[in-house]
């Protein structure tokens, strides 16, 4: 596919779709990563209904078009991302009652602000620059469907994303709003001093999820799972203490003991990850400096062309002078907000670095940044000990830096690969750039108020369990260890530690032995610190997307027989998600939940039946047809 200068790009019509998929796509993942402790990509849907609307409706749209489109949308669900790892927690601490808008408005946009910035100077190492080991699996494919999308504009693709969409809203629409079923299905017993408990959630979203990740990462969330809760609730004991009520005895141990098991694995996974990285991060900072004292942005050729030099330096300045004056608010004390933005814009670009380089290697969807945010944790409570801060105001700047770190991790990832696939489409950079600056500003403008809609309207609001924010709940509690207004259980987080160097040596002995089946560590310690109601149906979207993939004779294949399902798949997250937010409205404005069965026999009956409609469906609905989508997905 070649393009031109004179190829329509950054147009007033690709704008405004762009930014309207850019804060549907960000508030949709507000909801998911609070429910499941992660995001999905929004590139490759965007990029479908993009290339429906602009082919098929306005009859004239371009390749390029799509791809900035594309660019925005992901931009806002990459933000959510970050915003929803870390901001829930200073509602958990007390630090707010409520979101603040304007701080969670302005922390949202500088870290978005900053990724992008950041990451600019270091377009020409990770994406320009021929790394072999950098394969960019999510950019590929993106681009591959866009190429689709330009030779067919029949929309069977965009189809599947609005019968997903149906799926997943009409679900949560019964479930929720008329509770004709429930949400989790789940039991437990304390046998001896042990509680034994098994249970998974009955959601669509979670089934799409499990099969957008294909069943290796799948299994390895429900292993994760499976450790913490089959295994480490029982050999803790203390059943005596649950008689009355074996669930909540099964959650909470897991909230207060087990899930720091998790939390070591994944700072050893981060470590990890960052020393895998170094030989990319040392190009990176090589590159830089050799880019100082020349506009690098003022390239002769247009597709290789950046935001100036001048533009990013004026631009990072601002952003980081606003995102001082929020520290400077938050704890009301000028030098805590000086040292808290120092160590802001040091871990920002290292982390930048870090997600750019991972997401070329493994895709935007399993970068680690739950565990890059853990380490910034880490390090800034750790600084700010040692200068003795305590209490509430060292709580408040570590989570401060903390939110600003991971929304600048996701979003310059999300950058990283969005360039990559621009540059196999033949896109501007430069406008690039500028698609992905608007598509951020966008997005942060709807963040606070749709948390504190959810935090309002949602049973248990923000921490309850429909949306338990598993990694802000973590942060929280981290944060409050380290200012003595909780406890860090050491003992379980070695333990974590221990089994998270067992396990990268394990995956190391596999990639030695060029197993298909690997052994990453990020998915069992996201599965260890998630509710293990979320990886039973996770592991069957894994399963699905195995069972219609195993007789393919090669990736390429395989790819090509998922892509109907992987449209369907993120129609079901987004109707979902979109629904919960829209049951949360209609609560506002006074509407309230119209349970049609009272009878909790009943609904549990309903819920099997419930459960089984949905595996039907979905099977239907994903699987392969006889004219199944090329296999150009993989690239």
């Not at 997401?359 to 700010?384: Q, R, Y």
Request: overall charge neutral; hydrophobic content about 55%.
């Amino acid at each position: 596919m070649t393009t031109t200068t004179a190829t329509p790009e950054l147009t007033f019509r690709a704008i405004i779709l762009g930014l309207l998929l850019s804060v549907v796509m960000g508030t949709a993942n507000v909801y998911l990563g609070l429910k499941a402790g992660m995001t999905v990509s929004a590139s490759i849907p965007a990029a479908v209904v993009a290339m429906l609307i602009l082919k098929g409706v306005f009859r004239t749209g371009t390749i390029l078009e799509a791809n900035q489109v594309q660019t925005a949308a992901s931009a806002g669900e990459s933000l959510a991302a970050g915003v929803i790892f870390t901001l829930p927690a200073l509602v958990m601490i007390g630090a707010w009652a409520s979101f603040d808008m304007v701080l969670t408005t302005m922390i949202a946009f500088t870290g978005g602000l900053l990724g992008i910035l950041f990451m600019i100077p270091m377009r020409r190492v990770f994406v320009v620059a021929d790394n072999p080991e950098l394969k960019f699996p999510e950019g590929l494919a993106c681009a591959a469907v866009l190429r689709a999308g330009e030779e067919d504009a029949r929309g069977g693709g965009a189809l599947k994303v609005v019968h997903g969409a149906l799926v997943g809203g009409g679900f949560k629409l019964l479930g929720s709003f008329f509770s004709l079923f429930d949400g989790t299905l789940e039991a437990a017993r304390v046998v001896g001093d042990r509680v034994l408990y098994l249970g998974g959630d009955v959601s669509p979203a979670l089934l799409a999820v499990g099969y957008i990740v294909r069943l290796n990462v799948a299994v390895l969330i429900f292993a994760g799972g499976a450790a913490a809760w089959l295994i480490g609730i029982p050999m803790l004991g203390g059943g005596h203490e649950f008689t009355g009520n074996a669930v909540e005895g099964a959650y909470a141990l897991w909230g207060t003991r087990i899930r720091y098991v998790g939390v070591g694995a994944m700072v050893v996974g981060g470590i990890a990850s960052i020393v895998r990285v170094r030989h990319g991060l040392v190009e990176a900072i090589r590159e830089i400096r050799g880019q100082a004292g020349r506009a690098s942005g003022e390239a002769a050729d247009p597709l290789d062309r950046d935001i100036s030099s001048k533009a990013i330096v004026i631009l990072s300045i601002v952003a980081s002078v606003l995102v001082g004056i929020v520290y400077f608010e938050m704890t009301g004390h000028l030098p805590t907000a000086v040292i808290a933005t120092f160590i802001m814009l040091i871990m920002s670009f290292f982390f930048t670095a870090v997600a750019s380089y991972i997401v070329g290697l493994v895709g935007n969807s399993n970068s680690p940044v739950s565990g890059m945010t853990i380490t910034a944790v880490l390090f800034t409570g750790g600084m700010l000990y040692l200068f003795h801060y305590s209490g509430l105001e060292g709580m408040v700047a570590t989570l401060g830096v903390a939110a600003v770190v991971c929304c600048v991790a996701c979003t310059s990832g999300d950058v990283c690969n969005d360039l990559k696939t621009g540059q196999l489409v033949g896109a501007s950079p430069r406008r690039q750039q500028i698609m992905q600056i608007m598509g951020v500003a966008v997005a942060a403008f709807v963040m606070a108020p749709t948390l504190q809609l959810l935090h309002d309207h949602t049973p248990g609001g923000i921490g309850g369990r429909e949306l338990s924010a598993p990694q802000a709940g973590l942060f929280a509690s981290l944060a409050e260890g380290f200012f003595g207004e909780g406890e860090l259980p050491l003992n379980l987080l070695i333990v974590g530690a221990i089994a998270g160097v067992l396990v990268l040596v394990i995956d190391r002995v596999l990639e030695a032995r060029g197993s298909t089946f690997r052994a990453p560590l990020m998915p069992i310690a996201v599965g260890m610190y998630l509710p293990f109601g979320l990886s039973t149906p996770i592991l069957l979207g894994g399963l699905f997307a195995h069972f219609f993939a195993r007789n393919a004779s090669d990736e390429a294949e395989a790819e090509g027989r998922l892509q109907g399902g992987i449209l369907l798949s993120s129609g079901i997250i987004a109707g979902e998600s979109l629904m919960g937010v829209g049951i949360a409205l209609l609560a506002s404005a006074g509407i309230e939940r119209f349970p049609l069965i009272e009878s909790g026999a009943a609904r549990t009956a309903l819920t099997f039946v419930a459960v089984g409609g949905l595996l039907a469906l979905f099977y239907r609905l994903s699987r392969p047809s006889e004219k199944a989508l090329p296999p150009g997905v993989a690239g």
